[in-house]
């Protein structure tokens, strides 16, 4: 049971434009939600979070948005340059459930220039 | 020093050896985690450490023995291990601990570069 669904594998832009990465959930008890970027053979690197009480953070180029009653999240990049070319993944847990991150399968980004 | 490290970055051993990992962080953080990575497949949780007490074990076979010695460092000692245990191992931290049932009020989870591990 994949409780947290990235269903396209990759996604191509062109430099300068948005990115938009989505994410679903299946589990209506998680309250907090995280994305991070990873490059191959190095460990994930935490990019932005957002708790179940807000609907939209927003850190610089990135922003994340939650809808709860869809289940679904989403991180846009604006604008998007080559070096965010790399796999996102969005995470979700529980808070009192003692720090379990759920993992998507990951979005694979190509931006070229 | 904001980050996790973990030693050795590369590790390639038989089936009979006896080898361990290390991650250290220097950040205060009170919880600290180790995953399991296979290619192209999202990282998945193996053991939890909060307040330098195991709060969740996923479940892990016994040749995976996990031990927290103090705050800073959290090793992952391995035996007997399979080739399909072949795989990047991470380690995380994050500031929050859980303690009694009380939860942590944030989770980002910090990770360090992994262990590529090589069974023969």
């Known amino acids: 049971d994949q409780q947290v669904k990235q269903n396209s594998p990759s996604l191509s832009v062109q430099e300068g434009r948005i990115s938009i990465l989505n994410c679903d959930y299946t589990n209506s008890m998680f309250d907090y939600f995280l994305w991070y970027k990873k490059y191959p053979a190095e460990g994930p690197t935490f990019l932005i979070s957002?708790?179940?009480?807000?609907d939209k953070n927003e850190d610089g180029r990135f922003t994340v948005f939650l809808n709860k009653s869809a289940k679904h999240l989403s991180l846009h990049i604006v604008p998007s340059q080559p070096g965010d070319s790399a796999v996102y993944f969005c995470a979700a847990s529980v808070l009192n459930q003692g720090g379990k991150l759920i993992f998507g399968q990951g979005t694979e980004l190509s931006v070229k220039p | 020093d904001t980050e996790v490290t973990q030693t050795p970055k590369h590790l390639v051993m038989g089936m009979t050896n006896k080898k361990s990992l290390k991650c250290e962080q220097h950040m205060g953080h009170r919880a600290m985690y180790w995953y399991k990575q296979k290619a192209k497949k999202p990282p998945e949780l193996m053991f939890v450490?909060?307040?330098?007490?195991?709060?969740i074990n996923e479940s892990v076979p016994s040749r995976f023995s996990p031990e927290c010695p103090n705050s800073s460092l959290l090793n992952l000692h391995l035996h007997a291990l399979q080739p399909e245990d072949s795989a990047l191992y991470l380690c995380?931290?994050?500031?929050?601990?859980?303690?009694?049932?009380?939860?942590?009020?944030?989770?980002?989870?910090?990770f360090g570069p992994g262990t590529r591990l090589t069974v023969l």
């Open positions: 957002i708790s179940s009480i807000k």
């Open positions: 995380a931290s994050s500031p929050g601990g859980w303690t009694s049932g009380r939860s942590a009020i944030y989770n980002e989870q910090f």
């Open positions: 450490y909060s307040y330098e007490k195991l709060s």
